[in-house]
């Protein structure tokens, strides 16, 4: 009752595979030959593809604790990531140690598409005011000192509308959660610039290889998440004026340097405020993973928030999965040729689609130019796909009863419709919950990917989590009960629905 996902992470954590070579890691240059973790779709991954011939690139649609679980666990080698976030990520991981030199440096720039000039226009006039005020260093000054870090009040009225701008949350200064709420510099940049065109900021949590694809097809208006300013993506969207400059660096565990002088597999394995030779009980380890995880910054409001998207999404595709595999299946058993063709075609194309690939074009392509809000375009591309699963479902199960059967009702002069409804349905029905149940709870797995189209789902609020506090073990452990909880809740009325089906329990009863 897992989803696949949360399976995979979980064998990352149970299996450590020793590296193919254990040579150690100098410097940026000495990588050839290694694997090299990546965020999929960043300028990191096209530099270490283009340099690294020899190496093997590991792509990860994730966060950021992924790539750090990946390398503690042996998957791979060495990560490339930007600078600052990586500074904080090696700040709290005492067994990681950045590699000396800079990869490359590039300017970050806020996206727009090629056709919102005005947009773009608006944005750089005001990171000219910003920098005529000072205001601009004031902000860099503040989100850099872990100290001093805080969100100003900014005013908007909203009266001009809703600005929609896609971000991947991460890790500090440029753009995290505090409190449940997007935070950092690109978060300020953007509720100021919400704020100068009188329109209320919609953050839209996504994954980072997203970001330029939702721009240009229009789902968002801008998009801002530490974006590198290259040719490639020159060639898509335009890029406001640079508003910082950035690194890229690499970093790999301090057991793979040339020397080392310090035993850091003691430190590693310990909780950073623990004192040294201190040995925590069991009750008091997982108290403290609970408040990093759960109490610190008010978390436990992403899991209930993810969880109500989760239970939301699944309950909606299952209810127009159901009424449109109902609608297939009448028209696969239609007499009529101009109903059973394109009945049959479509449950063909849509159990022959990948959910994601679905749920991408749906949102991408079907409903670019629409402005209704993700979670719907979720439930009505998994209902569909639910929906053609179940048509089969329906239409073997109904098939399966004799035919006799409908002679019957009709010889008593019961209509076609009645006939169906009070002799071939119920019995059809024992044979139809059994493997409604089964997709019903792939169903509830499947929503586990809604996170590419920026839904703050379970599986989403476990990543956001484990971004912010790199523990692995209490945020996969938590969200995988809770999938597991909400499987069994949603299949208890299911259980008792088909206990009611069955004829022989009822005729036990009597």
Known sequence: MLPVRYLAVCALLGL????????????????????????????????????????????????????????????IDVVFGDEPPVVEIVSAEPSLHILPE??????????????????????????????????????????HDPKDRHMPVIENDGAAGVLRMGTTIGTPP??????????????????????????????????????IAAVASGKVDFISAS??????????????????????????????????????????????????????????TLWRSVQKNLLQEHRYLLVLKGLWQTTLIALGSGICGTLIGALLCAGMLSPRRTLRLPAALSVYLLRGLPALVLLMLMFYVVFAAIPIPAAVVAIIAFGLHFGGYCAEIFRTSILAIDAGQQEAGLSLGFSSRITFFRIVLPQALPRILPIYKGEFIS?????????????????????????????????????????????????????????????LRRRKKK
């Open 16 to 75: 450590a595979a020793a590296t193919a070579a254990e040579r150690p890691i100098a410097s940026a240059s000495n990588l050839d030959g290694l694997r090299i973790g990546v965020d999929t779709g960043s300028a990191e991954e096209a530099f270490a593809r283009a340099h690294f011939p020899n190496a093997t690139i590991v792509g990860f649609s994730a966060s950021a604790a992924d790539l750090v679980l990946a390398l503690k666990s042996g998957k």
């Open 102 to 143: 800079p990869l490359f440096g590039f300017p970050l720039g806020v996206g727009f598409s090629k056709s919102s000039d005005v947009l773009r226009l608006a944005y750089n006039r005001l990171l000219t005011d910003l920098h005529a005020t000072g205001e601009y260093d004031r902000l860099f000054a503040r989100w």
């Open 174 to 211: 440029y753009m995290y959660l505090s409190d449940g709420e997007p935070v950092g510099i690109d978060a300020e940049l953007a509720l100021r610039f919400g704020a100068a065109l009188h329109r209320r900021v919609d953050f839209q949590n996504m994954e980072f290889g997203g970001l």
């Open 227 to 284: 974006i590198f300013i290259t040719p490639e993506r020159q060639q898509r969207i335009s890029f406001s004026d640079p508003y910082t400059n950035l690194n890229a660096v690499a970093y790999v565990l301090r057991s793979r340097l040339p020397t080392t002088n310090t035993d850091y597999s003691a430190i590693a394995g310990a909780p950073l405020d623990a004192p040294p030779g201190t040995k925590q009980s069991l009750l008091s």
């Open 443 to 503: 169903l509830l797995k499947m929503t586990s990917v809604v996170g590419y189209i920026a839904v703050m789902d379970l599986t989403k609020a476990g990543d956001l989590i484990r971004s912010r506090t790199f523990e692995a073990f209490f945020p996969i452990v938590l969200v995988a009960a809770l999938y597991f909880s909400l499987a069994w809740l949603l299949l208890k009325p299911l259980i008792a629905f088909e206990r009611r089906a069955d004829p």
